[in-house]
């Protein structure tokens, strides 16, 4: 069926099976027309709250028509609707069950063998925000001597021009060995043990004082998509930068003003690879996602220093 696939769509996760953490797979049976639209379906099993998202989705799919004996025929099939920890939605089809009265002798469950997706099958769009090519559009800034502007915020920010910033390529390069110590940090995990990234965006990153490889102070922006967290409030007692246990000390979270924005503030302290580090991370809630500002320096007082360079930040989304 997959081979058979012209256009396919992922559904939204419903904002309120996300703010309460409610996974789950929703089985669909569908009859697909000899036209190759999908006539008719059947819910099989699934959570309440995903059903009507799951086969809004399904319904848009488009087949290639099935011929038997050189005449286009009515085809079975089902669609496993995954909703995922961590916010995203994917689909996978397998054969049909028994019983469902669409005239073919199907399978057991027992026997259901998911079909590996052939590489060559189309794209499916993604209902769901934050991926693809909306990616894209939220990692999307100009920089230019001394200012960054980022459209899909209305984010915009004046720096020193002795700054040196990262381009894009540094920066997907930065956010992946992130997430590779993060990955690292956690250990092994056992077979039957799932982890999630949330999606996450580098935005800006600069030393400010030194090249990109050093270790001097820096400034970064990124923004992240957290499932189940609707608010900057609820940022810091979800998040383990103010439970990081390897800290010499933290402070906050203190509700604190930037350029006319209500951000939240955490500050942390102690020794890395031999050296003090004083970091200072600012987050606010902006178009469903957090945005964050992180300054990195040695003493408190360098960070409080670039701090200041921070109250030039605006942000104003479009509408």
Not at 155 to 167: C, E, I, K, M, R
Request: hydrophobic share 40%.
């Amino acid at each position: 069926m997959w081979k058979r696939v012209t256009e396919c769509t992922f559904p939204v996760y419903p904002p309120l099976a996300l703010q309460t953490h409610i996974t789950d797979t929703v089985d669909i049976a569908l009859l697909v027309a000899p036209q190759g639209n999908v006539a008719n379906h059947r819910v099989l099993g699934g959570h309440p709250l995903l059903v009507t998202s799951a086969v809004d989705a399904i319904r848009q799919w488009k087949f290639q028509p099935d011929a038997i004996k050189g005449e286009v025929a009515w085809t079975r099939v089902r669609a496993l609707v995954r909703f995922n920890a961590d916010g995203t939605t994917a689909v996978d089809l397998a054969r049909g069950l028994l019983p469902d009265n669409f005239g073919d002798p199907g399978t057991t469950r027992s026997a259901d063998d998911r079909l590996p997706r052939p590489a060559n099958v189309p794209e499916c769009k993604s209902g769901q925000p934050f991926t693809g090519s909306q990616a894209t559009e939220i990692e999307a800034g100009e920089v230019s001597s001394g200012f960054y502007k980022n459209n899909y915020f209305g984010l915009t920010f004046h720096f020193p021009s002795g700054w040196q910033v990262a381009d894009r390529d540094t920066l997907k390069l930065m956010a992946a060995n992130e997430a590779k110590s993060a990955q690292a940090q956690l250990g092994p995990m056992p077979a039957n043990v799932q982890t999630y990234a949330f999606p996450y965006y580098p935005l800006f990153f600069a030393r400010t004082d030194g090249p990109i490889g050093s270790t001097g102070p820096s400034v970064q922006i990124w923004a992240e998509k957290q499932p189940f967290i609707i608010g900057a409030d609820q940022y810091f007692p979800n998040a383990h930068f103010l439970a990081d246990k390897t800290a010499d000390g933290t402070r906050g979270p203190t509700a604190v003003e930037v350029g006319g924005t209500k951000f939240y503030r955490g500050d942390r302290w102690g020794e890395s690879e031999g050296r003090s580090i004083y970091q200072v991370r600012l987050v606010t809630y902006a178009r469903d996602l957090i945005l964050g500002i992180d300054v990195a320096a040695d003493t408190a007082a360098t960070a409080e220093q670039l701090l200041k360079n921070l109250d030039g930040v605006r942000i104003v989304p479009p509408p």
